[in-house]
Structures are given as C-alpha cells and as structure tokens.
T-cell receptor
Framework: EAGVVQSPRYKIIEKKQPVAFWCNPI?????LYWYLQNLGQGPELLIR????????DSQLPKDRFSAERLKGVDSTLKIQPAELGDSAVYLC?????????????FGPGTRLTVL | DAKTTQPPSMDCAEGRAANLPCNHS???????VYWYRQIHSQGPQYIIH???NNETNEMASLIITEDRKSSTLILPHATLRDTAVYYC?????????FGTGTSLTVIP
C-alpha cells in the first residue's frame, strides 16, 4: 500500500512569511495526526483528527497555527506568520479504525527552515 | 500517559543482539508499551507493542517484566540498517509521548 505522502519535503522561508504543509494519509485511514519534531527531540503532537473533526488540538499554538481536513482525507497545516523558533520537522501520521488501529504510520516529514 | 526513561545512546556490534531497555515505573494497568524507531531523515516506524505478555514479530522481541515497570526491546541480529533512534512509548489510545529515545549505533 502507498504510504503517507507529505509535501513539500523541504521549505525555506523568511520570518513573518506564511507557510503551508500538505499531507495525504494512507487510503482508508480515518485518524490523522500532525506532529512537530525539534532537532534531537521526539515528535510532539500538534493536532489529531478523526475524519474531518479535530478531536485533540490542545497542543496547537492557535495564534499562528491552523489546520484543516475538510473532506476527512488530506490535510493542510498552516503557520502564519512564521517565527524563527518554528524551524523544525513537521510530521504527518495516520492510523486505521480497525485492524492495526493503534499503530501510527508516519510520512517522511517536511523540514522547515525559517530565516 | 505514563512517561518513560531510556538511555540516550547505545552501541551494538553488527550481528549481535541489541537489547534496548526502558523504564516505565508509573505505567497503568491498561497502558500498552510501544516501540517505534526513526532512521535519519525518515518518519518514525512502528516496531512492536505489548501489554503484559512478551511479544515477538519479524522485526524484534519485546520483553515486559512481570510488574510491567520496565521492558526490553531485542533486535536479535543487529545490522547496520538498524542504526536509528528507538522510542519506548506508554500509550492508552490517545496521544503518544515519544520522549528523546535511545540512539542505537550498530558498529561493523
């Protein structure tokens, strides 16, 4: 099966600019996650979707970050405006609702550099 | 979710077994132990999980102590491609807390 697809793989922007990341989960996976990973650290959850509903966004900095999953399939994470401290890898993951329901499948991530 | 403690780094000779320890002394009765690994520049990859019993799959074995306060991930014959950061996670079904993991280096 095709894995989780993320684009772009790399993005370099200047501070105060907006940026968006796109994720296409594995077909049939209803749960979608966005994680932030700083250098040398493990991933930290930003937001979790069940279909099109954001069921856990408690760690999402809502002043500058937003996310959407309008049709319950692919998702976009946006930062506006970006700050220097937002430089990190942004990972998307998905999981099914049956079978291997408790296993998360990760994409390769988008590496963001804010100058 | 309970937190985990892992050594920051380990080395293992190629072909030998790699034994990665994890302490999770505050684990609750319904919390699973998961192991993921992350190879450089890739997303994390699921390895194995368990609740009480020891588990084995094609990638690794998971040994959980009887009191469930610690566990060991065993890679029976480590190869150079097993060089990665290994995360031990205690999970109840919502959020995974990854921590900083163990950086395993397999040495030729």
């Amino acid at each position: 099966e095709a894995g989780v697809v993320q684009s772009p793989r790399y993005k370099i922007i200047e501070k105060k600019q907006p940026v968006a990341f796109w994720c296409n989960p594995i077909s049939g996976h209803n749960t979608l996650y966005w994680y932030l990973q700083n250098l040398g650290q493990g991933p930290e959850l930003l937001i979790r979707y069940e279909n099109e509903e954001a069921v856990d966004d408690s760690q999402l900095p809502k002043d500058r970050f937003s996310a959407e999953r309008l049709k319950g399939v692919d998702s976009t994470l946006k930062i506006q405006p970006a700050e220097l401290g937002d430089s990190a890898v942004y990972l998307c993951a998905s999981s099914p609702t049956s079978g291997r329901w408790n296993e998360q499948f990760f994409g390769p991530g988008t590496r963001l550099t804010v100058l | 979710d309970a937190k985990t403690t892992q050594p920051p780094s380990m080395d293992c000779a190629e072909g030998r077994a790699a034994n990665l320890p994890c302490n999770h002394s505050t684990i609750s009765g319904n919390e699973y132990v998961y192991w993921y690994r992350q190879i450089h520049s890739q997303g994390p990859q699921y390895i194995i999980h368990g609740l009480k019993n020891n588990e084995t799959n094609e990638m690794a074995s998971l040994i959980i102590t009887e009191d469930r306060k610690s566990s060991t991930l065993i890679l029976p014959h480590a190869t150079l491609r097993d060089t990665a950061v290994y995360y031990c996670i205690v999970h109840t079904g919502n959020q995974f807390y990854f921590g900083t993991g163990t950086s395993l280096t397999v040495i030729p």
